[in-house]
């Protein structure tokens, strides 16, 4: 690898948007000497961008498809891919390709994606449900910056690849949305048996969908995906961590029963739910918003603290269940439409 390799940055959008100009902007201010910007929305009728190549791709286009279409138009040696609500620090690329020179082996880096500072009680209240152990448990670290570690599974919301190992692979040749980027990891880690290591330097801001129901239809989207992948990338996807949620839902669900079968079972069920919720509410009154780049709480008004406090605590039941309930429907599901947009 030269010592400074050329950067693609690929950004896959559907419509164009006010995050996307944001995520342009941090882009052009990265410390690295060499890198091109590469967009791919639906469409595009403004004016050209200086320093930015456009390359509309019609509105059914998946996000994966967009991703190769990127690719092929790229000359960087590094295929750094970004989503269009995500934005870098000034030194992202800098600190990727320091990865990427320490050994040969790595095909691949990806970094935390951490809420900004500056989103509302909603998004903060997806960032910190996302990150807190009861959801994130071991995977925490892909929203909040955790030490280095070697992974096998990392979203393309800021995930770097090198070119030659992403074109032996070729590419990410999916429709599946979220998924394109399981496909991806698996085809590095166990076909070209390349190393993918989070490094916390590799940061990037990402935000978060609002409370509730945009938060929950990208839980459901995620919980969908991920159980039909147990199937079909049971390498990554068929772990407890990702079961449980459904485990939890049956046992809400049918629990109830143990009524008519003996108290004491009923009363385990009942404890069980009251135990639950206090973790839930436990964890709503402990979390940091320091952990996901959220200001201080106590600079939040009392009102602003108390409703980011209650999205957190419903928020994670909702998700729990949400995830579940989907992640079944996925495990039972023949097949998925593969083409999704990048708005669902």
């Known amino acids: 690898m030269n010592k ?3 950067a693609s940055i690929i950004i896959a959008v559907g419509p164009w948007n006010s995050y996307l100009d944001e995520s342009i902007a941090h882009c052009k201010k990265l410390n690295y000497p060499d890198y091109e910007i590469i967009v791919l929305p639906d469409e595009y009728e ?3 961008l ?19 279409l990127g690719v092929q138009n790229s000359s ?9 609500d995500a934005y870098p620090i000034t030194d992202w690329l800098t600190k990727a390709v320091e990865v990427f020179q320490s050994d040969e082996s790595i095909g691949a880096v990806g970094g935390p994606a951490v809420t900004p500072p500056l989103d509302g009680i909603g998004p903060q209240a997806s960032g910190l449900i996302y990150s807190s152990c009861l959801v994130g448990g071991t995977y925490r670290f892909r929203y909040i910056p955790q030490a280095r570690r070697e992974v096998d599974d990392y979203p393309t919301c800021n995930l770097l690849v090198r070119r030659d190992i992403f074109e ?3 590419g990410f040749d999916t429709g599946f949305w979220p998924g394109e980027d399981t496909k991806l990891c698996l085809e590095i880690t166990i076909r070209m048996k390349k190393k993918i290591v989070y490094d916390p330097g590799v940061f990037v801001y990402h935000h978060r969908r ?18 039909h992948f147990v ?14 949620p459904s485990i939890w839902v049956i046992g809400l669900l049918t629990g109830w029963i143990t009524y008519w079968i003996h108290s004491i079972l009923f009363g385990l069920y009942l404890g069980v739910i009251v135990f639950y919720l206090a973790i839930a509410l436990g964890t709503a009154l402990l979390s940091n918003p320091y952990e996901t780049g959220h200001p201080d709480s ?40 593969e083409e999704q947009s990048l708005r669902d």
């Open 298 to 337: 106590g600079q939040l008004s009392f009102g602003d603290n108390i409703k980011l406090r209650w999205y957190i605590f419903s928020g994670l039941a909702a998700t729990h269940f949400v995830y579940g309930a989907w992640f079944i429907r996925g495990l039972l599901a023949s097949h998925l439409p």
């Open 50 to 68: 200086e320093g930015v190549t456009i390359i509309p791709t019609g509105k059914k286009s998946s996000p994966g498809y967009k991703r190769d």
């Open 4 to 6: 400074t390799p050329k």
């Open 231 to 244: 199937k079909r990338f049971p390498e990554t996807s068929f772990r407890l961590s990702y079961f449980l």
């Open 168 to 170: 032996a692979i070729g």
């Open 46 to 48: 403004g004016i050209p």
């Open 210 to 227: 609002r409370m509730y129901k945009p938060h929950l239809r990208q839980v459901w989207n995620y919980g969908l995906h991920r159980g």
């Open 76 to 84: 960087g040696e590094i295929l750094a891919f970004l989503d269009d």
